[in-house]
């Protein structure tokens, strides 16, 4: 790891456990709690859960679990299993090898499972019983597998994956290497669709089924075995994300057909005996528009009509659970929670308005329903509570909790969690946040505040178990006597359409004065003391926060994760330009102005806020020119003290383990030195 230091200023001491063990005598509104604050250790220790996959039957749930391997320096994750009947006691541990065991999808016939394993040190596909035993590999492919999916009647399955490399590349590569040249592809950087026959639940040598030219990312059997519809773009460059098209295709030799191709692209996600093949997507080539549910209906000659939404009433992003001839189930955000509908069908269009299938309690996502759609299984959570596996019969919604993942978390005092709203000074917009109390709050005290902002700008806080939002140890800050404020400013997910879209044209604008009234309702509210503020965020929290201390300087610290400061200059480093057609409107080129008027660069000689700066040496999405650049200027300047810090070969988001932990301890210590220290701490 490479850190720049600002000449002359006083660092903390390069031993990372000090934020572990810090204790305070700081009056900072604590009071006595059972268990102990949440340290930068639990957070790394907590094992997270994902990849619900419910049987056929109804009968066993498998799921992913990853624990973060320090030693090593990676994530681990197994696939474990759990009867529908049972509970925490009755888990199961399938695989148990180094590395990454993922994906479970269950045959058909419900007797064993698959996943994704790269054991062998190519990804490939194994199988095992739900009741254990040793697995078996099912695919032998001489590239790595990705997606994968059994065809209905259990004797076929599909996977997508890379072809090889050709002899032509590699004896070229022989010679002049393998530059990178921007907006062309390498051969084996394609994705095909394979299919395979299934003989004693081992995989012949797959087929290729999808053409040259397409470029596969998605795909599901048709309801007789012997079709796929599979989504596809003109190539693997992600510019060309926007313009994907749905084929069909009826074997290896036959044509694929292009059945859709909406604007903004689509992708096939069901494959319904009496619904019809169903796509995702928003219909819009740019913009902040929904992701909807279309079901692709066929003429007579076998022709494909228009597509016809299904969940047109739905004001979210649709998420398909389980569909048949009757019904819909979709999960979608719905402000600061999640929850699973039904939208019922008759004649292939919704019959009704959706109908919440769940309470609202909790925090609901990862939904997956038995084949006769009787049974569910989803994970749930709240502020205090981490996500488990439950299970509930479609009929009644009395959800029974089958896994304990985390139960050292009940030794750990938490802060409170609650949703807050407040008027934007910007309009009157109602602006919600999820705040974190400090660990053993009482109404009437004043505290130290972080802001923690979220990235998108779509994205979404929800009042969930917000042990950490990235970077940013949301219960360490609250075990270290800090309200932590999480605003969903305009253009968050989760309040609809109209909202999304209000910050189009207008970033670093109103949105900015969304979050900027949320800290002024705290303080007015007697919760923040306005002489301990400090603001932090990722990618476009990190964005927001470059843009927050460039028009104030009520924040005692800031820390911006991977954000952008020149949108001129990102314009042309990031990887997604199309980012800027939908949020700005015209290209650099077409309105200088609005591209400098809205970069914090052009105001970065306001900045008299300490500043930490963190980013992956390799992001790609807001590259770490963008950080350096900041960084430099606000050094120059010399109004503010500021310490950068590249984390080697990391991505947009941090993934080594280690370096995670780096990452949450110099926020730690970044928050103690500038807000709860009157003095910064000497080595």
Same mark, same amino acid.
């Given at each position: 790891?490479?850190?720049?230091?600002?000449? &002359?200023?006083?660092?903390?001491?390069?031993?990372?456990?000090?934020?572990?063990?810090?204790?305070?005598?700081?009056? =900072?509104?604590?009071?006595?709690?059972?268990?102990?604050?949440?340290?930068?250790?639990?957070?790394?220790?907590?094992?997270?859960?994902?990849?619900?996959?419910?049987?056929?039957?109804?009968? *066993?749930?498998?799921?992913?679990?990853?624990?973060?391997? #320090?030693?090593?320096?990676?994530?681990? =994750?197994?696939?474990?299993?759990?009867?529908?009947?049972?509970?925490?006691?009755?888990?199961?541990?399938?695989?148990?090898?180094?590395?990454?065991?993922?994906?479970?999808?269950?045959?058909?016939?419900?007797?064993?499972?698959?996943?994704?394993?790269?054991?062998e040190g190519v990804r490939q596909i194994h199988g095992i019983r739900p009741d254990g035993g040793e697995a078996w590999r099912v695919t032998s492919h001489e590239t790595s597998v990705g997606s994968f999916r059994f065809a209905p009647n259990g004797r076929r399955l599909g996977f997508v994956a890379s072809p090889p490399a050709t002899e032509a590349d590699r004896e070229l590569e022989e010679v002049r290497g393998r530059p990178i040249v921007r907006d062309s592809v390498y051969t084996d950087q394609w994705s095909h669709l394979y299919v395979a026959e299934l003989e004693n639940d081992v995989a012949a040598e797959g087929t290729r089924w999808s053409p040259d030219g397409l470029h596969v990312v998605s795909f599901v059997w048709a309801p007789d075995s012997r079709a796929v519809a599979f989504g596809a773009r003109s190539s693997p460059v992600l510019r060309t994300t926007y313009y994907g098209a749905t084929y069909v295709q009826e074997g290896a030799e036959a044509e694929a057909r292009s059945v859709t191709s909406m604007p903004g692209g689509e992708n096939p996600v069901a494959w319904d005996d009496e619904s019809g093949l169903i796509v995702s997507g928003t219909g819009q080539l740019l913009g902040t528009f929904n992701r909807q549910l279309w079901r692709v209906p066929f003429g007579a000659d076998g022709g494909a009509l228009d597509p016809v939404s299904l969940t047109a009433d739905l004001d979210a992003n649709a998420?398909?659970?389980?569909?048949?001839?009757?019904?819909?189930?979709?999960?979608?955000?719905?402000?600061?929670?999640?929850?699973? +509908?039904?939208i019922s069908l008759a004649d292939g269009a919704a019959a009704g308005p959706p109908s919440d299938l769940t309470d609202g309690r909790h925090y609901y996502s990862g939904a997956s329903v038995s084949a006769d759609g009787s049974t569910m299984a989803f994970t749930a959570e709240d502020g205090g509570a981490p996500p488990d596996i439950f299970v509930t019969? #479609?009929?009644?919604?009395?959800?029974?909790?089958? =896994?304990?993942?985390?139960?050292?978390?009940?030794?750990?005092?938490?802060? !409170?969690?609650?949703?807050?709203?407040?008027?934007?000074?910007?309009? $009157?917009?109602?602006?919600?946040?999820?705040?974190?109390?400090?660990?053993? +709050?009482?109404?009437?005290d004043r505290v130290p505040m972080v802001l923690v902002i979220h990235g998108g700008p779509s994205g979404i806080s929800s009042d969930r178990f917000n042990a950490t939002r990235g970077a940013y140890p949301v219960q360490v800050y609250a075990g270290?006597?800090?309200?932590?404020?999480?605003?969903?400013?305009?253009?968050?997910?989760?309040?609809?359409?109209?909202?999304? &879209?209000?910050?189009?044209?207008?970033?670093?604008?109103?949105?900015?004065?969304?979050? !900027?009234?949320?800290?002024?309702?705290?303080?007015?509210?007697?919760?923040?003391?306005?002489?301990?503020?400090?603001?932090?965020?990722?990618?476009?929290?990190?964005?927001? =926060?470059? *843009? $927050?201390?460039?028009?104030?300087?009520?924040f005692k610290a800031a820390s911006a994760g991977a954000g952008a400061n020149d949108l001129i200059s990102m314009y042309s480093q990031t990887d997604i330009p199309e980012f800027y057609h939908t949020y700005l409107g015209p290209k650099p080129w077409e309105d200088w102005d609005l591209y400098e008027e809205r970069s914090a660069y052009r105001h970065v000689e306001n900045v008299t806020t300490p500043l930490l700066i963190q980013v992956g040496e390799r992001d790609e999405r807001v590259p770490a020119e963008q950080s350096i650049q900041f960084f430099e200027a606000v050094r120059a300047i010399g109004k503010a003290p500021t310490i950068l810090v590249l984390y080697p070969d990391q991505p947009h988001g941090v993934r080594s383990p280690r370096l995670q932990r780096d990452l949450m301890s110099r926020n730690v210590e970044w928050l103690t030195r500038w807000v709860l220290e009157s003095e910064a701490l000497v080595p």
């Open positions: 790891m490479r850190a720049v230091i600002l000449p &002359g200023s006083r660092v903390l001491a390069a031993s990372f456990v000090l934020s572990l063990s810090l204790s305070f005598s700081l009056s =900072t509104g604590l009071h006595a709690q059972e268990g102990r604050p949440m340290t930068v250790e639990d957070v790394l220790a907590l094992k997270s859960l994902s990849q619900v996959s419910l049987s056929p039957d109804g009968q *066993w749930v498998a799921y992913v679990v990853t624990e973060r391997d #320090m030693v090593e320096d990676r994530p681990e =994750t197994d696939v474990w299993v759990v009867p529908a009947a049972g509970g925490p006691a009755d888990v199961r541990q399938l695989t148990f090898r180094a590395g990454s065991d993922d994906s479970p999808v269950w045959h058909p016939s419900g007797e064993w499972l698959a996943f994704a394993s790269d054991r998420n398909l659970v389980h569909i048949d001839g009757a019904r819909l189930i979709v999960s979608a955000a719905r402000r600061t929670g999640a929850a699973v +509908y039904r019969s #479609m009929a009644d919604f009395r959800p029974e909790r089958l =896994t304990d993942l985390n139960p050292q978390v009940a030794d750990l005092a938490l802060g !409170d969690q609650r949703v807050e709203s407040w008027p934007s000074r910007a309009g $009157g917009e109602e602006i919600e946040g999820v705040l974190t109390l400090p660990v053993g +709050y009482e109404e009437g270290m006597g800090f309200a932590v404020l999480q605003p969903n400013y305009r253009g968050s997910s989760g309040y609809g359409e109209r909202f999304r &879209g209000l910050n189009r044209g207008d970033i670093s604008g109103r949105d900015w004065v969304d979050i !900027d009234s949320g800290v002024d309702a705290m303080v007015e509210r007697g919760i923040a003391d306005p002489d301990r503020l400090a603001v932090s965020g990722w990618s476009f929290g990190g964005h927001h =926060t470059y *843009w $927050g201390i460039t028009q104030t300087d009520r």
